[in-house]
């Protein structure tokens, strides 16, 4: 497995339903296609994730590496809870999540840009995480790079140094 991501929010505003409503308007106004096939993983009878595939391309595309997984967890799945607040200069006082797991960064940079730049204006509280760094990028962050002209390598670079 490669380089993985996360979106971080207030543990009290998260719901997998919510989430799964934002994800599907910021992949529509990201120019995205969302693949969402409704299937459930579950831990002793209660629900624990599902997962969405979110590309740039059509499915049967050559190109088809411009695309993502995307895990949406339930409240109560332990792999959630953050805790690297320190690390990334995050106020501790802010309980957060890690929802949203990207499983793998590398290849689909761009569509995750337009995704995350669209996921982050419906949610400004909440962050964008690429776990292998010690920084977020937060919505002004990302308005930001939006104006910028598009940097492949913009996720692995430290938004408060451009």
């Not at 969402?36 to 740039?56: A, C, H, M, P, V």
């Not at 501790?92 to 982050?120: C, P």
Request: glycine residues 4%.
């Amino acid at each position: 497995m490669g380089t993985t991501a996360f979106i971080l929010t207030d543990c009290e505003k998260y719901t997998p339903e919510k989430f799964l409503a934002d994800t599907i308007v910021a992949t529509f106004h990201s120019d995205a296609k969302l693949i969402f096939e409704n299937y459930k993983s579950f831990e002793e009878g209660r629900f624990s994730s599902t997962t969405l595939n979110i590309l740039d391309h059509s499915y049967n595309s050559a190109e088809n590496n411009h695309q993502f997984i995307l895990y949406v967890k339930a409240k109560e799945n332990p792999s959630i809870l953050f805790s690297d607040y320190d690390d990334l200069g995050l106020d501790s006082d802010r309980e957060l999540f890690r929802i949203g797991t990207i499983e793998e960064v590398y290849g689909a940079e761009e569509v995750i840009f337009r995704f995350i730049y669209e996921y982050l204006k419906l949610n400004p509280d909440d962050y964008f995480w690429v776990a292998d760094y010690d920084w977020v990028h937060s919505w002004e962050d990302m308005q930001k790079l939006k104006s910028l002209p598009y940097d492949p390598d913009w996720c692995y670079k430290n938004p408060k140094l451009i």
